[in-house]
């Protein structure tokens, strides 16, 4: 089995900075992309900002300059630099991960951490 845990959510005033990090554990062989995603109530969840194994980096136009990705791929680990933070930015953070459990391509499955709330504060 794999497990996502995420940590470093909480409360935080506009402008401020606060750092995500979601590691990765279990039957694992591979990682291949991992993202950060959002969901506020009554919305659909939505991608903040995604690295590839080769930490190629892309992110929503509403983080852009403001949030990092970034990976350890020693520690099965991703995290999220959220700089300059806006009250819209407010909600419950998930990482999710494409992970393969063998060295078969029927092994692929993508997992969700179960969300970190991050909450901004006027």
């Known amino acids: 089995q794999v497990q996502l845990v995420e940590s470093g959510g909480g409360l935080v005033q506009a402008g401020g900075s606060q750092r995500l990090a979601c590691t990765a554990s279990?039957?694992?062989?591979?990682?291949?992309?991992m993202g950060w995603y959002r969901q506020t109530p009554g919305k659909q969840r939505e991608v903040v900002a995604i690295i590839t194994s080769g930490s190629s980096t892309n992110y929503a136009d509403s983080v852009k300059g403001r949030f990092t990705i970034s990976r350890d791929n020693a520690k099965n680990t991703v995290y999220l630099q959220m700089n300059s933070l806006k009250t819209e930015d407010t909600a419950v953070y998930y990482c999710n991960a494409e992970i393969f459990t063998s060295a078969s391509a029927f092994s692929r499955g993508s997992y969700w951490g179960q969300g970190t709330q991050v909450t901004v504060s006027s």
């Open positions: 279990g039957s694992i062989f591979r990682i291949n992309t």
